[in-house]
């Protein structure tokens, strides 16, 4: 194995353990994301409609901006900007 092989193999093993880092990374950003959606439903229960509408915003901000996925509709009973 020559010096080249070997530093393409260590680069290798560094992209995987970067890969494993994002997906870790992505799946608790989601997850961060349902609770998010029950704290938007919770509040829309409670009555406190413009703070479920500024959770909802900023559900879709993160979405959109930071996890660059598509919009995703807002959990049920989310108020609309008329509300």
Same mark, same amino acid.
């Given at each position: 194995m020559t010096a080249d092989d070997s530093q393409v193999d260590e680069l290798e093993r560094e992209v =995987?353990? /970067?890969? =494993? =880092?994002?997906?870790?990374?992505?799946t608790?950003?989601? +997850?961060?994301l349902q609770q /998010? +959606?029950?704290?938007?439903?919770y509040f829309v229960g409670s009555g406190k409609s413009r703070l479920a509408a500024s959770l909802g915003a900023n559900r879709s901000y993160i979405r959109r901006h930071l996890l660059e996925r598509a919009e995703q509709p807002v959990p049920a009973g989310t108020p609309t900007e008329s509300d």
């Open positions: =995987e353990h /970067l890969m =494993e =880092e994002v997906e870790r990374y992505r608790a950003a989601e +997850d961060a /998010l +959606d029950w704290c938007i439903g």
